[in-house]
């Protein structure tokens, strides 16, 4: 069971992401059967801007058959680290 829910393409790419779902090249259909497991069914224009947009993405291929990849590894904040305006 998911415990978090993507409202959006975009916040599903991201959960994705922090679950290193992109740590291998992933071909749409991999995404959208990954989206398809969590109970998400974007229409494929919201899905291709969110992959399109997403700076943490690399794509790779030719026009119609691209993969993604991702660009870096996902790192969680450090949780102790004190909030932007909030330094002494």
Not at 55 to 61: H, M, Y
Request: aromatic fraction near 10%.
């Amino acid at each position: 069971m998911v415990s978090r829910v993507a409202r959006t393409a975009t916040q599903g790419l991201r959960h994705l992401w922090e679950e290193q779902f992109f740590e291998t090249l992933k071909d749409r259909e991999a995404v959208v059967e990954a989206f398809a497991t969590r109970g998400n069914h974007f229409s494929d224009a919201e899905l291709g801007m969110a992959l399109l947009r997403a700076s943490f993405l690399t794509r790779r291929g030719k026009r119609g058959s691209y993969s993604y990849i991702q660009r870096h590894p996902f790192v969680a904040d450090d949780e102790t680290a004190v909030p932007k305006g909030a330094r002494k």
